[in-house]
């Protein structure tokens, strides 16, 4: 079974209407993190978390919160959506050992904001 | 920050040829990792490669840290090869790179 699940898969949204992506693990790591990712380019790093109760800023976290109320879940909210924030949004958990951290991705959620 | 320069952008084989696939980036990383992303989106991690090298199948991985590169070896490709490989460099938090979409003929 999967072990990082994302939902929904596909969101429309209209400007300056309040999305919420969800993501939850099975895999008991401590670290998850939200990326985004636009066409032809890598994943950049929105908001990430080292266990329940806290939430990081990454390296693109204007017009984004997050909130990692348990250690399964972690949300990415867009209070107020903008066409620029039209991506594919991926969550991964990570296992945290040591300086190296293997990463697992969700299957990400294509968000279009018309 | 850390930045990541993958090359070659784009690479086209023939199947059963080999890809060598680079990586680059700015500060000396704590962890190097490979990843696949398929055409349909998913991301599956290859390897985890800090330093030297590492082979797993048909994928060597070398790290030369004190150069800041690191290249992916594929031998002998498959057409179930073809997708992005995307290299991610870890300096506190995972920087990507773009990516090489490999593509192979069969």
């Known amino acids: 079974e999967a072990a990082v699940t994302q939902s929904p898969r596909n969101k429309v949204a209209v400007t300056g209407g309040k999305v919420t992506l969800s993501c939850n693990q099975t895999?008991?790591?401590?670290?998850m993190y939200w990326y985004r990712q636009d066409t032809g380019h890598g994943l950049r790093l929105i908001h990430y978390s080292y266990g329940a109760g806290s939430t990081e800023k990454g390296d693109i976290p204007d017009g984004y919160k997050a909130s990692r109320p348990s250690q399964e879940n972690f949300s990415l909210i867009l209070e107020l959506a903008t066409p620029s924030q039209t991506s594919v949004y991926f969550c991964a958990s990570g296992d945290g050992t040591g300086g190296a951290d293997t990463q697992y991705f969700g299957p990400g959620t294509r968000l279009l904001v018309l | 920050g850390q930045q990541v320069q993958q090359s070659p952008a784009s690479l086209v084989l023939q199947e059963g040829e080999n890809a060598e696939l680079q990586c680059n980036f700015s500060?000396?990383?704590?962890?190097l990792q490979w990843f696949y992303q398929s055409p349909g989106g998913s991301l599956v991690s290859l390897l985890s490669?800090?330093?030297g090298t590492k082979h797993t199948g048909r994928l060597t991985s070398t790290t030369v840290t004190k150069e800041r590169r690191s290249s992916l070896h594929i031998s002998s490709s498959q057409t179930t090869d073809s997708g992005t490989y995307l290299c991610a460099s870890r300096t506190g938090k995972l920087t990507f790179g773009d990516g090489t979409v490999l593509t192979v003929k069969p």
């Open positions: 895999n008991n790591h401590n670290n």
């Open positions: 500060s000396t990383a704590t962890q």
């Open positions: 490669n800090p330093s």
